[in-house]
T-cell receptor
Framework: KAGVTQTPRYLIKTRGQQVTLSCSPI?????VSWYQQTPGQGLQFLFEYFSETQRNKGNFPGRFSGRQFSNSRSEMNVSTLELGDSALYLC????????????FGSGTRLTVV | QQQVKQSPQSLIVQKGGISIINCAYE??????FPWYQQFPGKGPALLIA???DVSEKKEGRFTISFNKSAKQFSLHIMDSQPGDSATYFCAPRGSNYQLIWGAGTKLIIKP
């Protein structure tokens, strides 16, 4: 079966712009989590969605937001981009909230210039 | 405070040797202890996991050892192979089902 699909794979944006990243979970998975990965900070949790509702949120500013659609696909948005937002953004899906074993996508590499 | 300390930061092991990565935690409420493996350009993938009522779990060449009293768990890779070269993360599960990620260990297996 198809894995977790993240689009686009690479993105270059200018400081101050906004960006939307997309994640399609494994078919049947209803929980989607987002992470930011940087060399300095490692993997940091952004938020988790289950049944179109945000269930958990990490310690990120309000510029970072997300949503989940009825088909479980999810998007995250970052407004007013800063240079420090350059990172690999990873999406992970699981059957339900609290399922053991997330399946990650390959990520979207965002570069802010 | 939910904190996880992973060591070493990097590790070089000869082919055929044993690789050992450790993870120390503070939160006694963690209820699930996975290790993830990440290759360059890919997202992390679940490698092996253990629950706190078990002291050891083995899957092929990979073993988790869990010491509840010491609040530590470790990943052992037996007969390490060049294909095992990757970054490894411990990520115990805390409140609200949230995984708390270690900083990662970059493992290099020398042929």
């Amino acid at each position: 079966k198809a894995g977790v699909t993240q689009t686009p794979r690479y993105l270059i944006k200018t400081r101050g712009q906004q960006v939307t990243l997309s994640c399609s979970p494994i078919s049947g998975h209803r929980s989607v989590s987002w992470y930011q990965q940087t060399p300095g900070q490692g993997l940091q949790f952004l938020f988790e969605y289950f049944s179109e509702t945000q269930r958990n949120k990490g310690n990120f500013p309000g510029r970072f937001s997300g949503r989940q659609f009825s088909n479980s696909r999810s998007e995250m948005n970052v407004s007013t981009l800063e240079l420090g937002d350059s990172a690999l953004y990873l999406c992970a899906s699981s059957l339900t909230q609290g399922s053991e074993g997330y399946t990650f996508g390959s990520g979207t590499r965002l570069t802010v210039v | 405070q939910q904190q996880v300390k992973q060591s070493p930061q990097s590790l070089i092991v000869q082919k055929g040797g044993i690789s050992i990565i450790n993870c120390a935690y503070e939160n006694t409420a963690f209820d699930y202890f996975p290790w993830y493996q990440q290759f360059p350009g890919k997202g992390p993938a679940l490698l092996i996991a253990i629950r706190p009522d078990v002291s050891e779990k083995k899957e092929g060449r990979f073993t988790i050892s869990f010491n509840k009293s010491a609040k530590q768990f470790s990943l052992h890779i037996m007969d390490s192979q060049p294909g095992d070269s990757a970054t490894y993360f411990c990520a115990p599960r805390g409140s609200n089902y949230q995984l708390i990620w270690g900083a990662g260990t970059k493992l290099i297996i020398k042929p």
